[in-house]
């Protein structure tokens, strides 16, 4: 009888290294480091119950699906079938695991090292430790993906495992000390350089590692090693060894060092060059910390508008007081305001944390621990806290330290939450007075005679006495050599700051300061600058920039990174530039003040757009017998594919631009190449966006056919059309737009064309349940192909023709056609045609009750939508896999279910919800 049958199964659980399960003494199989981790999550807490809310947290951090209660319901389906149901509980409000501590080798761990510290014979512990260390496999949690057991469990336990590393060396040395034991000295040597290695920073091994090379005879080496481990030391955090290290440098020489202070953190960013004026702001400052409790925490919150100035007071201020706090100066950026999302008070708290050299192990996980450990820390210590840039009260609050700390926050808000609750105090930060603002520029540019003071003032009225334009203009002002300043003023009287006094932030509208950089540039870049401002998509690769302006691809790289060092675009990611919507406002006021050729360069993109995404369909292994694109215009340089995944990556990465210019080139009037364009983009629209967005796109295609005159054209808009309003499900309108795209290639006598509508045609029937009309235009269309040697546009048909016979139950003869369809699959480029019909063949399977067949070519069907980027379809054909299993096996259905619950929530983008509601339906009727 097995174990199973006695009672309860008996369960092991490995943490420690590779997360792995057996029961009854079979390994389980655990699909997916999300499995993987749920299961090592719950089995820390070995038979109490977790929390939902904290499961979700723990598995999937702060990036949780859009459906986090239903994805968890699928892990726990999973784990309940991979274990047994029997091992996992539903409790009230979450689940546990059915084990004992002694069946997870992390609580055992933990239970033998306890055992080993509160035994009293050094005999007993070692054979504690020992025993305990047998269970370390390696790295613990390893091949899970959980921020929470790698940031707070991992840590936690690699610090014990070297802590008990570090006991069974001391214990073994004081059994060496007694017995005159030398036998095992290399083999520790070995270990401990081993573990020296792998933690190059934990002094503590060092130390047990240099004592023991001085008691081998090697001690000119243990001073050596000593010397590199404090060039280390220095190098990776500016301090002295630590007074363990420092204690072994004492036995190898016979002296004895000097005991260092901990250093104290001094984050302060550099004081600002040439600060001007802020003399009764500074003073107000001045009296606020001369006024302190020192018992108590006192907070001063610095705000005003964008560009006023208000980080480089607290810099200044932060460095004038600087020695009043000797035990250190914190300083973080929160964030609250700018291009990037504002920092949440837990990492910021983990940042603070980390300067004031807690280590990492020691850092509790949620807010409120975090919190209360840095007040413990920094209890009465004399410390200055910055806290720039902060967005609300409830960002600041946590971050607020205990007693005797100052702390200083900028903010364009007036946190008025800190001073109801907390006693902050408010200080309002307003543009430069005028006699300031003339010291500033006077200051930066050298202008100080007399006659120039007007001329200053009134440049900086025109910069509305704001900081920030002051700064900027006064360094375009010093860079123009012989450039006198009355015409500068002259300038900015023509481009006044209107937006100034048009927001409450006077920093938002810089056009005249974005004119001095603008005029910085030679006549290529600028252009390049102007042109970008028409470019539909948010983000642009150097090559898109070239097809702009006519450049090669090179030269446009160049200028891209000269407009980047001007700050007028930026390189938002590897090789891929944006522009500032207020600099592309900008750009585009000064296109339409130049005499660029605009038409021109609209012609130029949409080619490059065209022709590149002819590259990309062919790596595809999409040729049509159709042709419908011109040759590139002189010049046009398109793209390149290595491979299908680059081809594809590309259109997913594009795709928004590419409809942007397809709406565009419509309106600007360039009919043909929009809809060319737009023809192009039906796979991967159908791929990628959803039906209607994909119907917008084709209509504006179709007009633009239509305009042009051509035929062809036109022709293959309209069946295109035809396929969106299908998609839609308005068969109606599909069947009036394909029988006129069957009479316009009838018109023009276009066989392949007319192949291509019949076939649609026949889909089209299918669906409406009309099967002899169906196999009628399916065969016709195959004739004419078959005919042509078309194997791409056969491979399709036959596909569509099998699948009409499986609607109608002729089983049979959709297999043998799915056949015929997979046997010329095999020499196409193009993976689609071999994914439909794989999937085809499984329903026909199915039909024939050969369900095991079926099994392979739904799977096949699902491998080859994912690896082509199609989830949509894979989950398709996965439900359909459950479904076949459903009534002779309804844990295999059940199982196939479960697995495309779990296709949907790795890739489901919201195109998958409809699929998500019927997969969770079969489910809940299991």
């Not at 898109?544 to 930026?570: E, Q, Y």
């Not at 099967?771 to 004739?783: G, M, S, T």
């Amino acid at each position: 009888m097995t174990a199973r049958g006695l009672g309860r199964p008996q369960v092991a659980i490995r943490l420690l290294g590779a997360v792995a399960v057996r029961v009854d003494g079979r390994a389980i199989e655990l699909g997916g480091d999300r499995l993987r981790s749920l299961l090592a999550i719950l089995a820390l807490t070995a038979g109490d119950s977790v929390p939902t809310a904290l499961l979700v947290e723990r598995i999937w951090g702060e990036s949780p699906p859009a459906n986090a209660g239903p994805s968890l319901h699928t892990l726990m389906t999973r784990l309940r079938r991979a274990v047994g149901a029997e091992l996992v509980a539903t409790g009230p409000t979450g689940y546990s695991l059915r084990v004992e501590p002694e069946q997870v080798d992390v609580l055992r761990f933990a239970r033998l090292l306890r055992t080993g510290a509160q035994s009293r014979e050094r005999v007993k512990e070692r054979a504690a430790i020992d025993e305990a260390l047998l269970l370390w496999g390696g790295r613990p949690f390893a091949g899970v993906r959980s921020d929470w057991l790698e940031s707070i469990e991992l840590p936690r336990l690699e610090e014990q495992y070297l802590a008990a590393v570090e006991r069974r060396f001391d214990l073994r040395s004081l059994d060496r000390a007694s017995q005159n034991d030398a036998q095992s000295l290399g083999e520790e040597l070995s270990e401990l350089r081993r573990l020296t290695v792998a933690y190059p920073l934990r002094e503590s091994l060092w130390a047990r590692f240099l004592r023991l090379l001085a008691r081998s005879g090697r001690a000119a080496e243990a001073l050596e090693l000593y010397d590199e481990m404090r060039a280390r030391i220095a190098d990776g955090f500016g301090v002295d060894p630590g007074a363990e290290l420092r204690a072994v440098y004492d036995e190898l020489t016979g002296t004895r060092t000097r005991p260092s202070r901990r250093v104290a953190p001094s984050q302060l960013p550099s004081d600002v060059l040439g600060f001007t004026g802020r003399r009764e702001l500074l003073a107000e400052l001045d009296g606020v910390l001369a006024g302190r409790d020192p018992e108590s925490t006192v907070a001063v919150v610095l705000h005003g508008p964008g560009g006023v100035g208000k980080t480089s007071l607290a810099v200044h201020w932060s460095h004038l007081v600087a020695e009043q706090f000797p035990d250190g100066l914190l300083f973080m950026d929160l964030g609250g305001y700018g291009p990037g999302a504002p920092v949440d008070p837990p990492v910021a708290l983990g940042y603070l944390l980390h300067a004031l050299g807690v280590p990492a192990s020691q850092i509790p996980a949620e807010v409120g621990g975090r919190s209360a450990l840095l007040r413990s820390t920094l209890a009465g210590q004399r410390v200055l806290v910055v806290l720039d840039n902060a967005l609300n009260a409830e960002q600041v609050r946590p971050l607020l330290p205990g007693m005797g700390a100052v702390v200083l926050i900028t903010s364009r808000s007036r946190l008025r939450g800190l001073v109801a609750r907390e006693g902050a105090r408010q200080v309002a930060i307003d543009q430069l007075s005028t006699a300031d603002a003339r010291s500033l520029l006077s200051g930066r540019i050298g202008l100080l005679d007399s006659g120039n003071v007007q001329l200053l003032d009134q440049l900086a009225e025109r910069c509305n006495h704001l900081p920030l334009a002051l700064v900027i203009a006064a360094e375009q002002v010093a860079r123009r050599s012989g450039s006198a300043l009355a015409e500068l003023v002259g300038e900015l009287t023509e481009h006044q700051l209107d937006a100034f006094d048009a927001s409450d932030d006077p920093a938002t509208d810089l056009r005249a300061v974005f004119s001095w950089s603008y005029r910085t540039l030679d006549p290529e870049a600028a252009r390049l600058f102007r042109m970008l401002s028409i470019y539909p998509g948010r983000r642009f690769a150097p090559q898109a920039a070239a097809a702009l302006t006519g450049h090669d691809a090179r030269t446009a790289g160049k200028l891209l990174r000269r407009l980047a060092d001007l700050h007028l675009a930026v390189e938002a990611s590897a090789n891929r530039f944006q522009l500032h919507d207020l600099l592309r406002a900008y750009a585009a006021e000064e296109l339409a003040k130049a005499t660029d050729d605009v038409d021109a360069a609209w012609e130029r993109l949409l080619d490059w757009a065209v022709q590149s995404a002819v590259a990309a369909r062919l790596v595809l292994g999409e040729p049509r017998k159709l042709h419908y694109v011109e040759q590139p215009l002189p010049g046009t340089v398109p793209l390149t594919f290595a491979d299908q995944p680059a081809a594809r990556a590309w259109f997913d990465l594009e795709l928004r631009g590419l409809m942007a210019m397809v709406l565009s080139g419509a309106a600007r009037g360039m009919h043909a190449q929009a809809a060319r364009l737009g023809l192009l983009l039906w796979n991967a629209l159908s791929r990628l966006v959803s039906p209607d967005e994909a119907l917008a796109i084709q209509q504006v295609a179709a007009e633009s056919a239509r305009l042009v005159g051509d035929p062809m054209l036109a022709a293959l808009a309209t069946n295109q059309l035809a396929t969106s309003h299908g998609a839609r499900g308005d068969l109606v309108q599909a069947d009036a737009e394909l029988t006129r795209a069957l009479e316009m290639f009838t018109r023009i006598g276009n066989q392949a064309g007319i192949a291509l509508v019949r076939g649609n045609l026949g889909f089209l029937r299918q669906l409406e349940g009309t099967y002899d009309e169906a196999v009628e235009h399916q065969r016709a269309a195959l004739e004419i192909t078959r005919a042509q040697q078309d194997d791409h546009a056969t491979a399709g048909l036959l596909n569509n023709l099998a699948m009409t016979y499986n609607e109608s139950g002729r089983y049979a003869d959709a297999r043998l056609t799915a056949i015929e369809c997979v046997r010329i699959c095999k020499d196409l480029t193009d993976l689609r045609p071999l994914c439909y019909v794989n999937d085809t063949l499984g329903q026909a399977y199915v039909g024939l009750g050969e369900i095991e067949l079926a099994t392979e070519r739904f799977a096949a069907a699902v491998m080859l939508n994912l690896r082509i980027g199609s989830p949509a379809a894979a989950v398709g054909a996965q439900v359909r896999l459950g479904r076949a299993w459903q009534g002779t096996d309804d844990a295999a259905a059940e199982q196939a279910w479960i697995y495309a619950l779990e296709l949907i929530d790795d890739h489901g983008q919201g195109l998958l919800d409809d699929l998500r509601a019927e997969v969770e339906d079969l489910l809940a009727r299991t």
